[in-house]
C-alpha cells in the first residue's frame, strides 16, 4: 500500500508530491520516502532537515544537488560536516562550491587533497562583481583557485582562473608547465604584452627548435615584438653555433653572427655594459669566421697563402670560440691528403692529437682517410670497431649521408629577419 501510494505520488505533480510526503513523514519507518518527495516537490532544505532527524543518511547524499547559494547558511554547514564527518571531502567541497563558500571550499580541498575539475573550478568562482572596489577580492579569489589547479598539476584549468584573474605571467607559467606550444603561442599573440612574448620566446627555445623552423620564427618573433635585443642577440647566436655544429655551414653562421650584431647595434639594448661585450665577443667571432672562408677559397687560388692562414687561425688565442679547430685541421689534413702529401697530413694530424681526444677526432676526419694516411707511411693503424655515438653530417668529410629531414630543416632556416 505504501509503496503504490508512492509511486503514484511520483507520477504526479509536485503538490502531490507535497501531500504525500506530509503523510510519509508521520509513518514511523516510511521517513526514507518523505525525504526522497520533499526533494522532488523541490522543498530541498525541508528534505534535508528530515533526513538529519530521522538519520536517514543514504538519502541525504542524494538530494544534495538541490542546494543553491541562496539555501540556508546553517543547513549547508550540516550537510558539509556531515560528509566531512563521513569522509566525503569531494561532496562536501562541491557543496561548499555551490553555496560560494569559495574559502572554505579552498581549505578543504588543499587540506583533503580533492581533485578539482572544471566543473568544480566553475562552481568555485564567484559571479564577477560590478563595484570596481570589489575586483581585487574578486581577482585574489580567481587566483586561488587558479593555485589549487596549478598544485594539482592540472596547468590548463590553472591558465584559464589566472587569465580571468588578470594575471598573465601566471596564466603563461601555467600554459608553460602544460607543454601545450600552440597554446603559448596563441595566447602570447593575444595577449601583446612584452612580458609573454619573453615568457613564450624563451619556453619556445627550451624545445628542439633546431628541427622546426616555424618554432624559430616564432622566436625571433616574440622577442623582436618584445624589444629584447639581447635575448634575440643571444638566440642568432644559438642559431649560428647550431649551423656549425650541426651543418659546418659558416656561412650561415656568420649571417646568423651579423643578426646577432645588428640586434646590438641598431636596437635598444637594457643592460649596456652586457650588450658591449656580447658586441665585442661578436666581432671577434664574425672576424675569425670570415678569415676561416677566405683561406679555404685561397686554397683554390694560392695554396701556400691558403695553409699559412689555417695555420695562422689555430694559433688564434680563444679561436674554439668561435670555430671548431677540429674543422681546421680537417681541412689541413683533407688537403694534404688529396695532394699525396702524406707526412704533411700526418704531421697535422699528429698536432690535432694534441688538441682533440683521439674518440674525437673521428667526428672530423673519415676514418677511412685516418687509415689511408698511416698505411701510406707504414704506421699500424687500428679502426674504430664502433659507430661514434654523436656523428657530425660534414659536409668535407661525408662521414654519412645527410638525413632528408635535415636537409629540409637546413634550407628553411633563413637568417636577416631582424629589422630596426
Known amino acids: ?243 656549425i655544429d650541426e651543418f659546418q655551414d659558416y656561412d650561415k653562421a656568420m649571417s646568423a653572427l651579423a643578426e646577432a650584431y645588428k640586434c646590438l647595434t641598431r636596437g635598444n639594448v637594457e643592460d649596456t655594459v652586457r650588450a658591449e661585450e656580447m658586441v665585442n665577443s661578436l666581432k671577434f667571432k664574425l672576424a675569425v669566421i670570415r678569415k676561416f672562408l677566405e683561406a679555404k677559397n685561397k686554397l683554390n687560388q694560392n695554396f701556400e697563402d691558403g695553409l699559412k692562414d689555417l695555420q695562422q687561425i689555430l694559433q688564434v688565442e680563444n679561436v674554439n670560440t668561435a670555430i671548431r679547430i677540429g674543422d681546421v685541421y680537417s681541412l689541413l689534413i683533407e688537403f694534404n691528403s688529396n695532394r699525396k702529401q702524406w707526412k704533411q697530413a700526418y704531421s697535422v694530424l699528429q698536432e690535432m692529437r694534441e688538441t682533440i681526444p683521439e674518440s674525437s677526432i673521428r667526428y672530423y676526419v673519415n676514418p677511412n682517410l685516418l687509415a689511408v694516411i698511416h698505411r701510406e707511411l707504414g704506421i699500424d693503424y687500428k679502426m674504430p670497431s664502433s659507430k661514434p655515438e654523436n656523428t657530425f653530417s660534414s659536409k668535407q668529410n661525408n662521414l654519412e649521408n645527410d638525413d632528408d629531414d635535415d636537409d629540409d630543416i637546413k634550407d628553411n632556416i633563413g637568417y636577416g629577419t631582424y629589422e630596426d
Not at 2 to 10: E, G, I
Not at 13 to 35: C, F, H, I, S, W
Request: proline fraction near 3%.
Open 1 to 243: 500500500m505504501h509503496d503504490y501510494l508512492a509511486s503514484l505520488a511520483f507520477q504526479g505533480g509536485p503538490q502531490d508530491m507535497l501531500d504525500a510526503a506530509r503523510y510519509y513523514e508521520t509513518v514511523p519507518g516510511k521517513e526514507d520516502k518523505a525525504v526522497i518527495l520533499y526533494h522532488k516537490a523541490g522543498h530541498t532544505s525541508k528534505a534535508i532537515d528530515l533526513a538529519f532527524r530521522a538519520n536517514k543518511y543514504a538519502e541525504l547524499s542524494s538530494i544534495t544537488d538541490g542546494i543553491t547559494e541562496k539555501s540556508d547558511p546553517l543547513l549547508v554547514r550540516k550537510v558539509a560536516d556531515f560528509f566531512m564527518e563521513n569522509e566525503q571531502f569531494d561532496k562536501a567541497v562541491d557543496l561548499l562550491a555551490v553555496t560560494k563558500k569559495v574559502d572554505q571550499a579552498l581549505d578543504l580541498m588543499l587540506k583533503y587533497n580533492v581533485p578539482i575539475t572544471e566543473a568544480l573550478a566553475e562552481k568555485l568562482t564567484p559571479a564577477k562583481p560590478t563595484n570596481d572596489s570589489e575586483m581585487p577580492g574578486y581577482y585574489h579569489t580567481l587566483e586561488l583557485i587558479g593555485d589549487a589547479a596549478f598544485d594539482q598539476r592540472l596547468y590548463t584549468i590553472a591558465a584559464k582562473k589566472y587569465t580571468e584573474a588578470n594575471n598573465r605571467t601566471k596564466a603563461m607559467k601555467a600554459l608553460m608547465k602544460s607543454g601545450d606550444t600552440q597554446r603559448v603561442i596563441f595566447f602570447a599573440n593575444i595577449q601583446k604584452q612584452r612580458e609573454t612574448f619573453i615568457m613564450a620566446a624563451n619556453y619556445l627555445q627550451s624545445l628542439d627548435w633546431r628541427k622546426d623552423p616555424d618554432v624559430m620564427k616564432h622566436i625571433i618573433n616574440f622577442y623582436t615584438r618584445a624589444k629584447s635585443m639581447e635575448s634575440l642577440a643571444s638566440f642568432y647566436e644559438a642559431c649560428a653555433q647550431v649551423e
